[in-house]
């Protein structure tokens, strides 16, 4: 069991997060969870592909972090790969808006080279406004740079429902594993085996992490 007033997590902070510029996202359940990570194929004969996030699927919802990261494997003789190229870094679409910013689009993947392409989507809830989903909307084209030749290869919806957050009760450097969280059980953190989501005010600063303990509130 992890140290009271903390929580523990797997592998380390990505990133320094400060007290003051970091928020941790969950949804108070033991199974439901505000992140969503999804692979996707994309086939051999695509040039190009895309991903779209309609987050006016729910009008009302909450906004959301995305993400997209692709690995190409460019031979297979000896296998050569490029593996996490971000195709969108980190990307806070808006929610409960009604002026277009809820929507973000990657802009064209060349994948022409590409025997195998993975797109690594991330979707995160990054308000506490009860959410519906996000569409998320993977796209394919047969001819390189013509915009008009796209199809759909898949759509499904994002993370649901509504997120809880708390801050961090310190400031915590990259690497570390041991998170100091006050009175993690009262601020509902104490749903272990999940992945949860930090917003940091600098947006590339912002990660995924994975719980793996919760200590006793002091």
Request: glycine letters at 6%; hydrophobic letters at 40%; charged letters at 20%.
């Amino acid at each position: 069991m992890a140290a009271v007033d903390t929580i523990e997590i797997l592998d380390g902070l990505d990133h320094e997060q400060d007290q003051t510029t970091s928020v941790i996202f969950d949804i108070d359940s033991a199974t439901a969870e505000a992140v969503g990570s999804y692979a996707v194929n994309i086939p051999l004969s695509a040039s190009q592909a895309r991903v779209i996030f309609n987050n006016n699927y729910d009008p009302d919802g909450s906004s959301v972090h995305v993400r997209v990261r692709v690995t190409k494997v460019t031979s297979i003789t000896t296998p050569t790969k490029t593996e996490n190229t971000e195709a969108l870094a980190w990307f806070e679409v808006a929610g409960n808006v009604t002026d277009g910013t809820d929507f973000k689009e990657t802009g064209s993947i060349d994948v022409s080279a590409s025997w195998a392409t993975t797109l690594h989507i991330d979707c995160c809830l990054s308000s506490t406004t009860a959410h519906t989903g996000t569409e998320i909307i993977v796209q394919v084209a047969s001819e390189a740079a013509v915009d008009g030749s796209w199809s759909t290869l898949t759509k499904f919806i994002g993370p649901v429902g509504t997120a809880i957050s708390i801050v961090f009760a310190e400031t915590e450097p990259a690497g570390e594993t041991v998170i100091a969280i006050a009175n993690p059980t009262a601020g509902n953190f104490d749903n272990v085996g999940k992945f949860k989501f930090v917003e940091n005010t600098v947006v590339a600063d912002s990660e995924i992490i994975y719980q793996t303990e919760v200590g006793a509130d002091a």
